[in-house]
């Protein structure tokens, strides 16, 4: 895992702009305004998560590319090793190594050129896996104690505020333990429920005191609960879920484009056990369940989020044991017949994934500034450049804000948001469209735009970056925006596909 993710680790430069949207959040988070959601929206990224992004500045350490990603590298290595701690207690070891071997592979050695595709749901998964191996501990051991009963609870507790679109498969979990667990606690069923319900419940009992106390309930309701419930494709979830896993091929890449598909061979050849067990086997009930809801969990944005399938990482290894369970049955000269194609396969799809990623024609569009490692240091762009020029020449720490999908430029420039939005999607209801959100949004960014007074302004002259159209031709949609805008603020130039604006009142201090 080190070695394939060591050129993305000791580079220092952008590789995925969702990479540095989250990063430069975090920055806003550190430097701008320390609590959630009263100057900054998070977008779909939890209050949890989002302390992912500043645990370096916390350390004492610089906010950049690569101590962001050592602390991915950690709670990947935390996540393999709850799910391989998971496996150990429920199978034998030789069951364990081959149920594991694919899905690490595809963890470890998918492709490093995209962090968004593991990033954005590592604490969830930490968390998740951490709840498995708890669950199976709880199988095998079967005592009375609650101490790990009730750190299951809390930390299955706090996922939903790590990534919403994961609650799902923590509900999951959580349904499934506790129908397990309460018959070991005869006679003390309800002391056994109430201290599982303080424990489950504690972390939203401490987020709603701290929104309550800083007044930010209204935010987080509009800017994580609403939003990320309405956010990704509008499709009938049967529809998502085919398409997700039978059909759609372009943003899987970067993760695995096979993974989906033995997930779907997985759980039939599990659902056909089932039946022929009669449905009285508990740990393949229980993996069919979790199947289910993770399908969903993952459909449930759309076929266009491929980074999600990283939560296929909890349940498959799971699934493949039941199997190898059943060829591990058999005699040892027999489970060779199965084994040795098995590795082979399953090393030939890896590499043929690389394949299909290097020559997926999209990634070639890529902005050069994303496309590879050629330096150390993170070179500002040209935009950037002159960003920083007139930050030396104002003399102090001005804030701007971006129409555009290019947060990286925060991180180049070292200049922070000074509206909520790092990037103004929800002003226009793009991925997340219900009205009012979008008229909260509104609302709150023009509030920004008055009290903040941000120096300068970002606005995309194409759609170049983006799938959505940034430029000042759309702001016909902002008209209250617009105006402001206009009475405001002067264009100073152009520079790498955007337009720089500045507030008119520093322009005699600018000498422009």
């Keep these: 895992m080190l070695f394939n993710k060591l050129p993305a680790l000791l580079k220092n430069r952008v590789i995925d702009p969702d ?36 645990i370096p500045h916390l350390l004492g350490f610089a906010g950049d590319y690569t101590n962001a990603r050592l602390v991915w590298f950690v709670l ?40 968004n595709s593991f990033n954005n749901e590592a604490t969830s998964n930490l968390l998740l896996a951490a709840g498995v191996m708890i669950l199976f501990k709880k199988m095998k051991d079967r005592d009375q104690g609650f101490t790990m009963d009730g750190l299951f609870y809390f930390l299955l507790g706090m996922v939903p505020y790590c990534k919403l679109q994961s609650a799902p498969l923590a509900v999951a979990m959580v349904l499934c333990f506790f129908i397990i667990r309460i018959g070991e606690f005869r006679s003390k069923e309800a002391g056994y429920i109430l201290k599982a319900f303080l424990s489950g419940t504690l972390p939203s009992l401490v987020l709603g005191i701290y929104l309550l ?17 309405g956010y990704g494709q509008d499709f009938p979830i049967i529809s998502k879920i085919l ?59 759309g076929f266009n989020y491929g980074h999600y399938f990283t939560y296929l990482y909890i349940t498959l290894p799971f699934g493949l044991a039941i199997l190898w369970k059943e060829v591990h049955a058999l005699e040892a000269k027999k489970r060779y ?24 024609k999209i990634y070639d569009k890529l ?60 002003l226009f209801g793009f991925q997340a469209s219900e009205k009012e959100v979008t008229a909260f949004s509104r609302k709150i960014f023009l509030e920004d735009l008055k009290k903040n007074r941000p120096e300068f302004i970002l606005v995309a002259i194409t759609t170049e970056r983006s799938y959505y159209d940034y430029t000042y031709a759309n702001f016909h949609r902002l008209p209250e925006i617009k105006a402001y805008f206009d ?8 520079s790498d596909n955007t337009d720089i604006f500045i507030r008119n009142d520093l322009k005699s201090r600018l000498k422009l």
Excluded: C
């Design 19 to 54: 990479e540095a949207f989250n990063l430069a959040e975090g920055m806003a988070l550190m430097h701008v305004d320390p609590v959630l959601w009263r100057s900054i929206d998070f977008f779909t990224i939890g209050p949890i998560h989002i302390y992912h992004f500043i």
């Design 76 to 115: 990947t290595l935390f996540t393999s090793f709850f799910i391989f701690k998971a496996l150990g207690y429920a199978y034998h070891s030789a069951v364990r190594n081959l149920a594991f071997l694919y899905p690490f592979l595809v963890y470890a050695f998918g492709n490093s050129s995209s962090f």
């Design 213 to 229: 106390y800083y007044g930010q309930v209204n935010n987080f309701l509009n800017f994580y609960l609403i939003s990320n419930l």
């Design 243 to 301: 398409t997700t896993f039978l059909v759609r091929s372009v943003s899987d890449m970067p993760i695995n484009y096979f993974l989906k598909h033995v997930y779907v061979l997985v759980f039939v050849l599990i659902l056909v056990l089932a039946f022929a067990r009669k449905f009285k086997d508990k740990t393949i009930n229980i993996m069919l369940f979790l199947f289910v809801v993770t399908m969903y969990s993952v459909a449930k944005p």
């Design 337 to 360: 017949f199965f084994i040795l194609p098995y590795v082979v396969l399953i090393i030939a799809l890896s590499f043929y994934n690389l394949k299909l990623y290097v020559d997926d």
């Design 367 to 426: 902005p050069e500034e994303m496309a590879g490692f050629s330096s150390s240091e993170v070179e500002p762009s040209k935009a950037a450049g002159e960003l920083i020029s007139l930050k030396e020449q104002l003399g102090y720490q001005p804030t701007m804000t971006i129409f555009d999908w290019y947060p990286q430029i925060y991180i180049e420039s070292g200049i922070f948001q000074g509206t909520h939005q790092n990037i103004p999607e929800r």
């Design 487 to 494: 009475a405001n603020y002067f264009f100073y130039k152009t």
